[in-house]
């Protein structure tokens, strides 16, 4: 395409007039336009930008509204006229009072008429997707500046909240990153660290569990203080050729989405598809990939919140231009659809050429400019909507079918608050009972919580307790199952181990409205998540922690001293390694999230500290988060040139101090330190290494199914793309302590093994023991998995000794992005033993 002046670029995507304040041009601000090849902007060029905008014009106001995880201000910016600016708080209240459908319809009516549309647009989530954040100062310029038609009446009847940088850390690590290698043979390379602490690109699946201190930040500004009607969620990742996607998403449709909500994102995405056909910019795609099913992303949580949450993918990821000839361009996309041909949603095909960032901005201000237009000539249609959508479903709620659900007192009150917390913190209503209570047959104590399925987001709450059912869509009567865009199963109360009661006909209870949510004290009970809390606080300061044969948690001058004198291990602080490759392994830091959640000391291990060797002395317990073992051992090999992600893209090289994995020499080094008394704990793919390369006794059952596969029930046909599966546990094994004989894992690929040791030799240095299995029947409890006879009663957590050590295999991912609370004691059990002192 073009090369564009800034001018020319805002022109193409707007109507742009003169500007009439002095504001400054991102050019005299930064020194480049941002979108200039070969240039990005980072965080504190960006921020200070629109800190000058705060200062010219009184139509943008900016305001932190929080902290990234290493500490940067997030800030939002708030784009409308000034006499809308001088009444902010007000129209926060109209927005809120509808969202939570509050007052008569007459009143609704009223306030929607006096209120102005809030529309959200981000940038930055992933941060090595760069054009967002560099389209947003030319997004705040042209609001602040433009005095079209079209513009005035935007800032007229709309609040625009715009997140310059939604991920601050991420932006500066890979604009630096860019910048150290542009105009090497490394230019491509792709960041050798995750671009967000723990999440990395996972970022944005963290919207229900709220992990993520930019999450929380976020979601306190959508869920509890703004309730914006539109928020945009901006991404680069479209199918190649197409040049950007745009809604309405795939199948599957998700039903707990109200109707009128997907409805309404069809529209805004059918204006952003009539704006680009007006534009004359090609390569628009919809109805691919990206679906209606999932709940977990910032574009997917909002819409069952009854806000229209609107994802667009726009092409190109980089800096750098890319060429395109026309050979380039495959005959379809993956689903099918003709890429060369004129289709209905995919009209016009991109036909090829140079690719610029620049061209990227220009994309996505076309699709801002579409939306914001949109709210702007209808904003009493979307405020009134979100009145009409939260009393609709209170009214439904009180009906019942669910009328509630009761979460009643239980072991691990821990997991249960942090559960009932993270469901407030996304806007839902948390009762508590007063005095006892009955409820469907049941009598309830004072003190248990209650959440009505009456209230304004019922259905995000019926989402997150109700098993997920994932349709099987097929291309005919026999063909494969369409894959689900991320996971298929996420149900909350399964995920997090928490015992749930739905009641389905109403009942009286005397209930307060504003609960006590705190955490508790960390308890000894072996039971509740917080005894691992409780534990390492006592090592802290000295004190004698032991565990008793049957897992019970005992403590110096805290428990009997005769059953402390009887325990049978006496715990240490531990000495964790945990494996970090150089090829940003999201799994890794998700685990490392969980370590630091619970305060387990830790050390990040490098390839270069594992091939040395000598791990024993430095460490007792060695984590390997999920990664293929040829990851593992070879990492990008030095030297070597990758391909680039579409055709026609240059070549990527790793810089060489990032090249390579662990090596033979750092296998070596695993097998000398588990053979000296070591514990090696590998996680689902991971398992690969130990069980081929030490080798263990044990033999995998599965193996991937090829697209279109049939089930064989043998092992080739088994897939569970996210889904909660039941398992059945060995609670008598200490790896099991605190869990109950029956439970949820999750699983998103999964392993399964047999022992392949006759009885008689299974003992001393050899021994194997199957702590978990997968359930011999009913083994799918939300999502979908097809093939399931393949692992039905087989192992899914096995503990193989090897030499004085121990391998713990895990078959599946037991911190899977901070969500599956419900199997985090195996790890720690796992951790503690693996530093104990047997008595």
């Known amino acids: 395409m073009r090369r564009l002046t800034f001018l020319a670029l805002v022109a193409s995507a707007c109507l742009f007039a003169q500007p009439s304040l002095k504001a400054p041009l991102p050019k005299d601000h930064f020194g480049f336009t941002p979108g200039d090849d070969y240039k990005l902007a980072d965080y504190q060029q960006v921020v200070t930008y629109f800190q000058k905008l705060d200062e010219a014009s009184d139509r943008l106001k900016l305001v932190e509204f929080g902290k990234s995880a290493h500490g940067k201000p997030m800030y939002v910016a708030f784009i409308s006229d000034p006499q809308n600016l001088e009444k902010l708080d007000r129209y926060r209240e109209i927005s809120r009072k509808l969202a939570l459908g509050q007052g008569s319809r007459e009143e609704a009516m009223r306030l929607a008429s006096e209120g102005k549309a809030i529309v959200w647009i981000d940038s930055g989530l992933h941060a090595s997707e760069v054009a967002p954040v560099q389209h947003s100062p030319h997004l705040a310029y042209r609001m602040v500046t433009d005095e079209s038609e079209e513009t005035r009446r935007i800032r007229r009847n709309v609040i625009l909240m715009q997140i310059p940088v939604i991920n601050p850390d991420g932006l500066d690590w890979v604009a630096h990153w860019y910048r150290k290698n542009v105009g090497t043979p490394y230019e491509q390379a792709t960041l050798p660290q995750l671009y967000q602490k723990y999440a990395g690109h996972d970022n944005n699946r963290d919207w229900y569990m709220l992990n993520l201190d930019e999450t929380r930040a976020v979601t306190k500004l959508l869920f509890q203080d703004w309730f914006p009607q539109i928020v945009y969620n901006q991404h680069q990742q479209p199918p190649f050729p197409a040049r950007i996607f745009v809604p309405p998403y795939a199948e599957p449709l998700n039903p707990h989405i109200p109707a009128p909500v997907m409805e309404g994102i069809h529209l805004i995405g059918a204006a952003m598809k009539e704006r680009f056909a007006r534009e004359n910019k090609p390569g628009v795609l919809s109805y691919w990939g990206f679906d209606g099913w999932w709940n977990g992303g910032l574009r997917s949580v909002p819409a069952f919140h009854n806000m229209h949450g609107i994802l667009t993918e726009t092409a190109g990821a980089g800096a750098s231009p890319r060429t395109y000839r026309a050979q380039d361009i495959p005959e379809r996309f993956g689903n099918g659809i003709p890429a060369r041909e004129p289709s209905i949603f995919f009209q016009r095909p991109y036909t090829g050429g140079t690719w610029r960032l620049a061209d990227a901005v220009e994309y996505m201000l076309t699709a801002d400019c579409a939306i914001l237009n949109l709210a702007a000539t209808q904003p009493a249609d979307f405020l009134f909507k979100a009145w009409d959508l939260a009393t609709a479903n209170i009214a ?62 019922r259905p995000y709450l019926m989402d997150l307790m109700e098993p997920q059912k994932y349709p099987e869509i097929r291309s005919g009567q026999s063909g494969p199952t369409k894959r689900p865009y991320d996971v298929a199963g996420w149900t ?241 094994h200490p790896l099991a302590f605190g869990m109950e004989k029956e439970g949820y894992l999750f699983t998103s690929g999964g392993q399964a093994w047999d022992v392949s040791l006759l009885p008689e030799f299974n003992k001393g240095e050899r021994e194997v023991k199957s702590v978990v299995r997968y359930a011999g029947k009913e083994l799918l409890a939300s999502g979908w998995v097809s093939g399931e006879r393949a692992v039905l009663g087989k192992s899914a957590l096995v503990q193989a000794r090897h030499g004085q050590g121990q391998v713990v295999l895990f078959g599946f991912r037991p911190q899977f992005r901070g969500q599956s609370w419900g199997t985090f004691k195996l790890i720690l059990n796992a951790i503690y033993l693996g530093s104990a002192r047997r008595l």
């Open 396 to 457: 439904m709620g009180k009906k019942g079918k669910p009328y509630a659900y009761v979460v009643p007192e239980q072991p691990d009150r821990h997991a249960m608050r942090e559960m009932l917390r993270r469901l407030q913190m996304a806007g839902v209503v948390v009762q508590q009972a007063r005095s006892g209570f009955t409820a469907g047959d049941k009598a309830y104590g004072a003190g248990t919580y209650v959440l009505p399925a009456g209230q304004p987001f």
């Open 492 to 732: 909350m109360r399964m995920m997090m181990g928490v015992k749930v009661d739905r009641v389905d006909e109403p009942f009286e209870a005397p209930l307060n409205n504003d609960p006590d949510l705190r955490l508790p004290e960390p308890s000894l009970d072996h039971r509740d998540t917080s005894s691992y809390l409780a534990t390492v606080d006592l090592l802290k300061v000295g004190t004698k922690v032991r565990w008793a044969a049957d897992g019970t948690v005992l403590a110096e001058g805290k428990s009997p001293a005769g059953e402390f004198a009887r325990a049978a291990w006496e715990l240490q602080m531990p000495r964790v390694g945990l494996y970090e490759p150089y090829t940003a392994n999201m799994d890794t830091g998700w685990t490392e999230w969980m370590l630091d959640y619970f305060r387990v000391p830790h050390t990040m291990l490098k390839n270069e500290e594992i091939r040395k060797g000598g791990l024993r002395t430095r460490y007792d317990t060695i984590i390997l988060a999920s990664q293929a073992a040829n990851s593992i051992l070879h990492g990008v090999r030095l030297g070597e040139a990758g391909r680039g992600r579409n055709p026609g893209e240059a070549a990527v090289q790793q810089r060489p101090e990032y090249a390579g994995g662990i090596t033979l020499a750092g296998l070596a080094a695993l097998d000398d330190f588990v053979r000296s008394g070591g514990t090696l704990l590998a996680f689902d793919a991971a398992t690969e290494l130990p069980v081929q390369f030490f080798p263990l006794p044990v033999t995998g059952r599965l193996r991937a199914r090829a697209e279109g596969e049939a089930d064989d029930g043998a092992g080739g046909g088994f897939y569970s793309p996210g889904s909660l599966l039941r398992m059945t546990v060995d609670a008598s």
